[in-house]
């Protein structure tokens, strides 16, 4: 009876346990390293419309993600993975709101020289680029640029 009651009260303990810090919000650092403390990425906790989105980064000193190459979309994916972020899509900088048949990364940014749409995307109507992790293989999709998503911002800018 001592030994069950021993095991009862391990039991209830275990099962109140957390496995993150409760106030602070902060997820600990394992060996990938600290989700919010990046180098590379931002990744947002509140779903926002694009505008909003490239504001927050632009604000900030980054710019929304622009995977404007095979290499810099593959590191995202590798990151997006890495972290397990692939519950939610997340705004890029990729937009064709200056002409509805050019894309761009950014406002007023460069052409698309690389890309990576989902089957049947982009579609007629969305102006802004969002990645959609719930596919396989982490693809491109357009989206009405005020719909509220997650996003990434990119704190250094790559020269692909």
Same mark, same amino acid.
């Given at each position: 009876m001592k030994y069950f009651a021993l095991l009862l009260a391990a039991l209830i303990g275990v099962s109140f346990a957390s496995p993150y810090p409760k106030a602070t919000g902060v997820i600990e650092e394992d060996w990938r390293g600290n989700l919010q403390q990046?180098?590379? =990425? =931002?990744? &947002? $906790?509140?779903? /926002?419309?694009w505008f909003a989105a490239n =504001? +927050?980064? =632009?604000? @900030?000193? #980054?710019?929304?993600?622009?995977? @404007? &190459? +095979? !290499?810099?979309?593959?590191?995202?994916?590798?990151?997006?993975?890495? +972290?397990g972020l692939t519950q939610n899509n997340y705004w890029t900088a990729g937009n064709r709101l200056a002409n509805e048949s050019t894309w761009l990364w950014g406002l007023g940014g460069k052409n698309f &020289?690389? !890309? @990576? #749409?989902? /089957?049947?995307?982009?579609? !007629? &109507?969305?102006?802004c680029l969002l990645v959609q992790t719930n596919t396989?293989?982490?693809? #491109?999709? @357009? $989206?009405?640029?005020?719909? $509220?998503n997650d996003f990434i911002c990119q704190k250094t800018v790559s020269t692909n």
């Open positions: 990046n180098s590379d =990425y =931002y990744v &947002s $906790q509140n779903p /926002v419309s =504001y +927050f980064c =632009y604000s @900030n000193g #980054w710019s929304l993600v622009a995977p @404007n &190459s +095979f !290499t810099s979309d593959l590191l995202l994916k590798g990151f997006i993975e890495l +972290f &020289s690389f !890309t @990576n #749409w989902a /089957v049947s995307e982009p579609v !007629t &109507s969305g102006d396989t293989d982490i693809l #491109w999709a @357009n $989206q009405d640029c005020a719909v $509220q």
